[in-house]
């Protein structure tokens, strides 16, 4: 198995190359990124791979002993037909890991297509199609240059002659064999991965039911299909009904079962099994998921070894009360958070390499949190703030909000505002309900000119009080500002909403949420609360 | 080993459709003879014809054509030749005449290009059509999935089957639909062509299903095993099928689902727990494969759930009860705060925490959005719905051991007293 420098791999995360490399160790980095060609390559050289036997399959993948069994069960001894699987579980389960291990260990010819990497029929069929073509090269035959294909009448055609021609090689092959070589089976076998997205790909398809119902229409009883999903079966039912596959379940992994999945390739397993039993239960209770406990144990567990100078120490009951009560307020907002990124701001502190207290790092996260990560113009924040603020107001106040001097200062407006506001009570539970509401980029503009207008005016007040210079931009309505209304727009800030038909005109939403206008409002000291209608 | 051969043997039968649906080749009036009848009195009378095969899925219609198109083949070796379409590939017309050109190219050994345009592959069908009739010669078309066939223009089922109105043309069409109106969807013009002849596939009496079982399960007397192995096996399966027990496990498996394919599958899953286990088929492999056939996949999703999750589940579960037409996460998580407000328990969560879980509920299905219009909105403003009942969300609930008890109380309150 693939080694790790002390750093946690949890095998949910572990990449089918990592699994499949014996001697390099992969960086962590390289988790996320599945090449094809690396797996084309590694069918390439399936001669090299080194087979496994059965102890280190079911102890290299915990809590997984039943399902191995029964997919063992169900694929069959060597040269024997069976009818297609199907193989279903939450996300992160394992599914794919043991799937492939099990084809490692009994070391049988297999093709490999994930439906998230080929997006598309097109680059299925030809992924598919190529690898057979590989295999077909390594069994000794020459091959007739790649075959591309678009529609799924030549793919099936092209298979079956691909099929044909690797299961002819394969049994001259096994044929020829020496005695030091193991016989490979006269089967091959095609896994597709991820077949519950094959149902987003085209409404009126025919690309669910073709792939479902393959063994029936290529009719050759060499070749085995295993489907593996995130759905559950019955999500595949077709309107004129199919043939099922064998179901398999993969069910989410346990307690005892998570314990053993974090302990595995631990440098020191007392102290992470003691860091686990204070840990586990709590985070469990949110979520089951491996991915997402590994990344949320992984700065708990540099928090908890913080106070220890010594990680090989052996870990008495004083020491890990003791250990205990310095996680414990870390814990507490750790649960209540989905992912901690390091700013730059810790990471120059981490550089330093002083050892800071909890408080002020605490502090330094709460700081980190409330700036913007990003840079933006000036203009661009306040006609982000100009969406936001229409977004969330209805368009009815917008007259007592603004004027055309862009004031609210008038106290007769004031008490106009809040009668306004009185009337219209049920508005917040709606505004709760449908969320931001769209509107066109007249009333945009118009808002925009108003809170630029206040705020040069509120710029000219305090210039002479303060020490930084903002510079007196001119705000009148330029096209600069229309630009970068569009950039706004490619970077998802405000989306195009469907436009009335009456008017013609399009409308806009603003897609950030109130925690990021908070903060632009914050860098320019602008009044945001004044200006938002809030029950 | 004598028990891994009968495995393999058994494996082999199972998986092999035209070995399974043989058991009736047999019966008189079973669809087969009267396929084959029919095909065969058309080669002698040198007339055209044509049928439909219709029944549900996994009742052997594409296993009764194959079965027959062997036989005649044997049979009779130069007369026939085959032409086999999908719906699902040639539904396209273009496509179809392309691959009927092909294949009888290839079935004639006559060279055939791939730039030929439609034109050229239609006339080659049909001076080949003449070509065959003169030289007593017949095709036979096969259409899989014919009720995709009907989609659209109904080009190539107009063309096909005005071909063979001609004199000199010598064919069989075999239609074979899962959809028992697929007649019904053929054009006026086409219909009028069309013979109805129409082969029903019912689904099976007991009787039949008695053969069937022998059919699969009994080794035969002339294999290679030893003989003493052999008469145990086959004992034991007398056994077994004449116990009152598997009567009623049979009863109930084709209570949901009575066509062979399910029988195939239920047994294919049965004997494959020979594998590592015992020599003979026993009834605990059977009934264990039946309760894989029992899974209900939503209790399993729920079992997998985790707290915070349940926690959610339960709020969409009392705002639907109180007939909220349409509500968002917003909502949901108004309820989970006054929840937490009331009773203050260790499950008080963040609405970032809370949304991820929310997320995790959409991608298993569990809960999913109202309608497709509002795509553009982030995740907490767009309309959801639960997509299993208060039923099974009591049941999961009270199952689950670790689910902490006031879950159950909410559910309780306001929907049951």
């Known amino acids: 198995m693939a080694k790790e420098e002390g750093i946690l791999l949890s095998p949910g995360r572990k990449t089918r190359s990592s699994s499949f490399s014996l001697s390099s160790s992969l960086p962590q980095n390289h988790r996320t990124f599945f090449s094809h060609t690396h797996l084309e390559l590694l069918h390439g050289h399936c001669h090299s791979e080194e087979s496994i036997s059965l102890d280190t399959l079911t102890s290299s993948l915990p809590g997984r002993k039943p399902q191995i069994h029964e997919i063992l069960r169900l694929i069959g001894p060597l040269n024997s037909p069976m009818l297609p699987l199907l193989l279903y579980g939450g996300p992160s389960t394992g599914k794919t890991i043991s799937v492939l291990q099990t084809f490692r260990y009994l070391n049988r010819p297999f093709v490999y297509a994930g439906c998230r990497t080929c997006y598309c029929p097109r680059i299925l069929f030809n992924s598919v199609l190529r690898q057979l073509l590989i295999r077909e090269k390594n069994a000794g035959k020459g091959s007739s240059g790649a075959r591309r294909c678009e529609k799924p009448s030549e793919f099936i055609d092209l298979l079956r002659i691909s099929l044909i021609q690797v299961v002819n090689a394969l049994r001259e092959r096994n044929l020829k064999l020496g005695s030091e070589e193991s016989d490979r089976g006269n089967m091959i076998y095609l896994i597709f991965d991820n077949v519950e997205l094959l149902r987003l790909w085209d409404k009126s398809s025919t690309i669910v039911p073709l792939l479902l119902r393959l063994s029936e229409i290529l009719k050759i009883p060499e070749l085995g299909i295993i489907y593996i999903s995130s759905s559950s079966p019955d999500a595949y039912y077709l309107c004129t009904g199919s043939i099922e596959p064998i179901p398999v379940y993969f069910p989410d992994y346990s307690l005892e079962d998570l314990h053993g999945i974090f302990m595995r390739n631990q440098s020191n397993p007392n102290l992470y099994s003691s860091f686990l039993s204070v840990v586990l239960k709590p985070f469990y209770r949110v979520t089951r998921r491996v991915d997402e406990l590994s990344v949320a144990f992984h700065p708990l567990f540099e928090k908890y070894c913080d106070p220890l100078s010594d990680q090989c120490l052996v870990l008495d009951e004083a020491m890990k009360r003791r250990l205990f009560d310095n996680l414990q307020p870390h814990l507490a907002s750790s649960l209540n958070d989905v992912f901690w990124v390091p700013s730059w701001a810790s990471h120059q502190l981490k550089q330093e390499g002083e050892h800071r207290q909890k408080r002020f790092w605490k502090s330094i996260r709460k700081e980190a949190s409330n700036e913007l990560d990003f840079h933006m113009s000036m203009s661009v924040k306040y006609l982000l703030l100009s969406a936001f603020i229409a977004a969330r107001n209805p368009a009815t106040l917008d007259a007592s909000l603004f004027d055309s001097s862009g004031g609210s200062n008038n106290p007769k407006r004031k008490r106009n505002l809040q009668t306004s506001l009185d009337k219209k009570d049920n508005m917040a539970e709606e505004i709760l309900l449908k969320g931001p509401g769209s509107f066109p980029l007249e009333r945009l503009l118009a808002i925009f000119q108003c809170i630029t207008s206040v705020a040069e005016s509120m710029v000219e007040d305090d210039h002479f009080e303060n020490d930084f210079a903002i510079e007196n931009e001119n705000f009148q309505l330029t096209s600069d500002v229309l630009l970068q209304l569009s950039a706004l727009c490619n970077a998802n800030f405000l989306c195009k909403s469907g436009s009335c038909p009456l008017e013609g005109s399009t409308r806009y939403r603003c897609t950030i949420d109130e925690e990021m206008a908070v903060k632009v409002a914050r860098s320019i000291n602008f009044p945001l609360s004044s200006y938002l209608y809030r029950r | ?417």
């Open chain 2, 1 to 417: 080993m004598a028990s891994e051969k009968t495995l393999a043997l058994l494996r082999r039968r199972l998986c092999d459709p035209s070995f399974v649906y043989s058991a009736f080749k047999s019966s008189p009036n079973g669809n087969y003879s009267k396929l084959k009848f029919l095909i065969s009195n058309t080669i002698t009378e040198a007339c055209n014809n044509s049928v439909l095969l219709l029944g549900p899925r996994g009742c052997g219609k594409g296993a009764v054509v194959d079965l027959v198109l062997e036989d005649l083949k044997s049979e009779l070796p130069e007369i026939i030749s085959v032409a086999r379409l999908n719906g699902l590939l040639h539904s396209d017309d273009n496509c179809a005449v392309k691959e009927i050109a092909r294949q009888l190219c290839m079935e004639n050994k006559l060279l055939f290009s791939k730039m030929a345009s439609f034109d050229d592959n239609s006339q080659f069908m049909i001076d080949m059509l003449r070509e065959c009739g003169l030289a007593h010669k017949m095709i036979i078309f096969v259409l899989e999935e014919f009720d995709l066939f009907t989609q659209g223009k109904q080009r190539l089922l107009y063309s096909l089957l005005d071909a063979m109105q001609t004199l000199t043309s010598h064919s069989v069409v075999i239609g074979i639909s899962c959809r028992m109106d697929a007649d019904q969807l053929l054009e006026k013009r086409v219909r009028s062509r069309f013979s109805h002849k129409k082969l029903l596939f019912t689904p099976l009496t007991t009787d039949d299903m008695q053969r069937l079982l022998e059919h699969l399960l009994y080794l035969p007397t002339d294999s290679s095993l030893p003989s003493d192995y052999l008469k145990e096996f086959n004992s034991n399966i007398n056994n077994i099928l004449s116990d009152n027990k598997f009567k009623e496990i049979l009863d109930l498996l084709l209570a949901a689902d009575n066509s062979i394919s399910n029988i195939q599958r239920f047994l294919y899953q049965a004997i494959s727990s020979m594998h590592f286990q015992t020599e003979l088929l026993t009834l605990d492999d059977l009934k264990s494969a039946f309760s894989y056939h029992q899974r209900q996949p939503m209790l399993d999703k729920l079992q997998d759930a985790s707290i915070l999750e349940l926690y959610i589940l339960v709020c969409m579960n009392r705002l639907e009860s109180r007939e909220q037409d349409s509500y968002t996460f917003n909502s949901v998580m108004k309820e989970y705060k006054a929840i937490q407000d009331a009773y203050k328990t260790s499950d008080n969560y963040s609405k970032s925490v809370c949304q991820r879980a929310f997320e995790h509920l959409i991608e298993r299905e569990l809960i999913s959005f109202a309608n497709n219009r509002l795509r553009n909105l982030s995740v907490e403003y767009r309309p959801v719905r639960l997509l299993l009942s208060s039923q099974e969300l009591y049941q999961s609930l009270k199952s689950n051991a670790s689910c902490p008890a006031i879950l159950q109380r909410l559910l309780n309150y306001e929907t049951y007293r």
